[in-house]
């Protein structure tokens, strides 16, 4: 009897039904070939909407750089994070503008007198190009000018969107605020939400053994990228204003348009200062003289030298692990791959990248080799048996 309750009746198993069984799964080699095509067409997808891909790409980089830069002032906002996010984004527009206001007050009589006499100085300096150009065999049917060398300058930079950032201002001022604005709106909706709400989500679109990794790749790339904001905005500062003061004692003209080029230069690491001095040396070249041209040099070699030894080995502490060789051909690799943003987030791209093959190909291949040697087992000492005498 007991046998028989225990064994299941053939209407019980016909109320219940057949037993279930979970999902089948696909074989290895479906997987491998459906992995495959998956990535393939990532790629072809990246590669034929690639201006529209990298420019969304590079404004979610922007963006993240904002955002932790602004993240530490968020526990002195009281309030719920929307509502901080929103208090912190206003109060950087309201300074940025009033910096720019207070910036502009003193020194727009200054510029414009400048910009005002800019026709004869690009005309003098075109003839001292023309007359250069012509005592080394170059330039005999086209001679070299001020719009030409610019133009070159941009197309070796960033190819053609370098051409079009000299050329079409207003165009170029256009694209500019509406890249700031898409920063500053995507920079606030990321301070909207804790860390953990993106990361892990993120996280989630690799393999469980990799999402650690991921995690602290991030959790370590933020506190780089502020450093690196900190450090360019304080050379910045300390750019111009050494500027101004040397420009000033060497007598050259266009004082503080120069300043503000060579300040603005900073933002591209070792190439932007260079750009920057050789066209302070061209300018003094043709207005003031071979006296003035070695007092630009003198100017670019100290600010340069105490920028390099003193001001950002003290506020990097090690966030740009990268030598310097690879980040002068990288600033040319991304000014050709994303045109002029390319140039501007150079650094930050470097910095991206070096992050993540630290996590997932440096380390990993440190503790694949550290693994086997701390898992080895250890032999303890046989005793030493003396000999009976």
Known sequence: ??????????????????????????????????????????????????????????????????????????????????????????????????????????????????????????????????????????????????????????????????????????????????????????????????????????????????????????????????RWVLATGLSMSIVFTASVIGYSIVGLQFVVPLALLAAMCEIVPTIGPAVAGVIAGLFAAATSGGAAVAGVVIVYGVIQSVEAYIILPMIMRGAVKIHPAVTLFSVVLWGKVFGVPGLMLAIPINLTLWAVAEEFIIDQRTDAAVAPVAEEPRVSPEPIQRRAG
């Open 1 to 226: 009897m007991l046998a028989s309750m225990s064994e299941p009746t053939a209407m019980t198993r016909t109320l219940h039904g057949p037993p279930t069984r979970g999902p089948r799964r696909l074989p290895p080699w479906a997987r491998r070939i459906s992995t495959l095509a998956i990535w393939m067409i990532v790629v072809f997808l990246v590669v034929y909407f690639f201006n529209a891909v990298s420019t969304v790409l590079l404004g979610v980089l922007a963006a993240a750089i904002v955002a932790t830069t602004l993240y530490p002032l968020m526990r002195f906002i009281p309030g719920p994070r929307g509502v901080a996010a929103g208090v912190l984004g206003l109060s950087l527009i309201v300074l940025v503008a009033g910096s720019l206001l207070g910036l502009s007050l003193p020194l727009a009589k200054p510029i414009q007198y400048r910009l005002g006499k800019w026709s004869e100085t690009a005309a003098a300096i075109d003839r001292f190009l023309a007359e250069k150009s012509g005592k080394i065999g170059m330039g005999h049917d086209h001679p070299l000018s001020v719009a030409e060398l610019f133009k070159s300058v941009g197309n070796f930079l960033a190819g053609s969107g370098g051409q079009q950032f000299f050329s079409r201002s207003a165009d170029v001022t256009l694209g500019i605020l509406l890249w700031l604005v898409f920063i500053f709106i995507g920079s606030i909706f990321l301070l909207t939400e804790s860390p953990d709400a993106l990361i892990v989500p993120a996280s989630r679109l690799l393999p469980p053994r990799l999402r650690p990794k991921l995690r602290h790749m991030l959790y370590d790339l933020g506190p780089r990228l502020r």
